[in-house]
């Protein structure tokens, strides 16, 4: 065995990087390689002319971005636009009651104090017991819910009673007005902090037709401080979702009937399920949108603020627009991933093939150099 | 010492691209150098070179500073070129049954440098283009492990057996020629 067969690889490494030799066999080493770096060996100079007379001396400033970077950059992006168009989509299918389908928005704001509405004109401390509307009482109370048209009906009620105990009934007499004329209490929130006073939030539903005379008996429980009634009509937006519905019905028949063909390629038929899954998921977003729309023209919403305060906070309306705009986006995400699935269903065979015929040729020229360079 | 600048190898030069003209002046030499050791033949490196260099030119625009040096990119394209160069030769020597690597050799008796020892000259003749080319990355034009790794193909351990099994049998080979 020779004196250089001790030189492990660190040490070599060390040599090259200009280490001082410690053993013998290291200068042996150290000398070979300076030998080596000595061999002065440059181009000739026909070599040189001929290398840099084709070489223009222009500077390219433009540097290639790297497929990593760009991956980095086009996979956040396609994500963004896929979440975006989920969005739009969802916005566009969301029902919008006064834009999308050329719904009549008609709003009545009625701001008032109660001195100068005579028509409600229920002293303060009128007792706890359920009002009833008079009939002037309802002739004076806004329009609403009438013309035998779909409307849907919301009203804010900010009513001022004297003190907490009359506070507590005129909240249990809210509740009542609303069960007695069909409808329900959705929401009480009472409060009676230490400090005094004290407010009751309350949400109801009421059917439709009553909505004036639960409007009016509300109004009686105490001091009427503010009113805000709107109405939107819906009938539009009911004809429109049921044309849609109805359309949409008479394509997943004709999609279903055209995939019961045996003789439909395959990539055709992928398709058309797509398409099939694409219009059955519309037809059910149409259909629920549909249902809340009937639910919401043959209910009213009544948001009562009851307070022994001056200043009552505002209440504002839910606003189902944004939920019905959420869960269409969800829903076309969905189907924005069962599209890529299907995809990638349909691509991965041949890309494992490709990917295979890659690493084998890869492979045999590895292979192939090895014993080129080796000889 | 290796007469070639460095200047264009540092990673200094990430941020800056150079210019083609300037990358290829600096290093000219060194694929040269490069190419005599891999195929022993500095008529075939000439040729290779000039391929080399027009092959870089046209993929210039592809070349990323932040990847790598220009001379390990140069040294990558080299390999390809030759590696196609040994292929040619091989199958025109089946052909024509003559070994012109080695009638290239015995001709020219400095093939790897005018300044080298006889036994040195000898020895590296008997050495595969494999272990020459390792040699040639690591010592003449002092690649570091990665970036000699990289333009072979192979591990940095492996490299650096490579070079270490090539210097071995160098000093081996120098040792029965003085003998």
């Keep these: 065995m020779s004196a250089s067969d001790v030189i492990g690889i660190e040490r070599l490494e060390a040599l090259l990087r200009g280490d001082a030799p410690r053993t013998e066999a290291e200068s042996a080493r150290r000398e070979l390689l300076s030998q080596l770096r000595g061999a002065a060996l440059r181009a000739p100079e026909a070599l040189r002319e001929r290398v840099l007379t084709a070489a223009p001396a222009r500077r390219h400033v433009a540097v290639r971005m790297p497929s990593r970077r760009l991956a980095l950059i086009v996979l956040p992006a396609a994500l963004g636009l896929a979440v975006a168009a989920a969005l739009v989509h969802g916005f566009v299918g969301s029902g919008g009651k006064t834009v999308s389908h050329g719904g009549v928005a008609v709003p009545t704001v009625l701001r008032a104090k109660a001195q100068q509405l005579p028509a409600f004109g229920v002293a303060a401390g009128s007792g706890a017991a359920v009002p009833s509307a008079t009939a002037p009482e309802q002739q004076l109370a806004p329009a609403v819910g009438s013309g035998g048209r779909l409307q849907h009906a919301e009203a804010s009620l900010q009513v001022r009673v004297p003190d907490v105990n009359r506070l507590s009934t005129a909240t249990g007499a809210a509740t009542r007005i609303a069960t007695s004329l069909g409808g329900y209490a959705q929401s009480v929130v009472y409060r009676t902090p230490q400090s005094g006073g004290g407010a009751s939030y309350i949400e109801l539903r009421v059917p439709a037709q009553n909505v004036r005379t639960a409007i009016a008996r509300l109004a009686a429980l105490g001091t009427l401080v503010s009113q805000q009634v709107s109405v939107q009509d819906l009938q539009h937006d009911f004809a429109v979702e049921s044309a849609q519905i109805a359309q949409l019905r008479r394509t997943v028949a004709a999609l279903t009937k055209a995939l019961r063909n045996p003789a439909l390629p395959e990539a055709q038929r992928v398709l058309l399920q797509i398409k099939l899954a694409e219009t059955k998921r519309a037809l059910s977003q149409r259909l629920h949108a549909r249902t809340g729309t009937v639910a919401s023209g043959t209910t009213a919403r009544i948001s009562l603020v009851l307070s022994t305060q001056k200043s009552i906070v505002p209440v504002a309306h839910h606003r189902g627009r944004l939920g019905r705009m959420l869960h269409g986006a969800v829903g076309f995400l969905g189907l924005e991933g069962t599209i890529v699935l299907y995809a990638l269903i349909v691509l991965s065979p041949p890309a494992a093939l490709a990917a295979l015929v890659w690493g084998l040729a890869r492979l045999r020229r590895r292979r192939d150099e090895r014993r080129l360079l080796t000889a | ?179």
């Design chain 2, 1 to 179: 010492m290796n007469a070639v600048s460095t200047s264009l190898d540092a990673p200094a030069a990430l941020s800056v691209r150079p210019g083609f003209a300037e990358v290829a002046a600096e290093q000219l030499d060194a694929v040269y150098r490069y190419l005599v050791f891999l195929t022993g033949d500095r008529s075939a490196a000439e040729d290779l070179a000039a391929e080399t260099f027009e092959k870089a030119f046209r993929t210039w625009r592809r070349f990323d500073p932040r990847r790598g040096t220009p001379r390990t990119w140069l040294c990558r394209i080299a390999r390809t070129v030759a590696i196609d160069w040994f292929r040619a030769e091989t199958r025109r020597r089946r052909r024509e049954e003559t070994y012109a690597r080695e009638l290239a050799a015995a001709v020219d008796d400095a093939v790897f440098g005018d300044a080298l020892s006889a036994p040195l000259e000898h020895a590296l003749r008997e050495l595969s283009p494999a272990e020459r080319e390792v040699v040639a990355l690591r010592v003449l034009l002092e690649l570091d492990g990665p970036s000699a790794a990289r333009v072979l193909g192979i591990s940095q351990t492996a490299c650096s057996t490579r070079l270490s099994r090539a210097l071995r049998r160098l000093e081996e080979r120098i040792g029965d020629v003085r003998e």
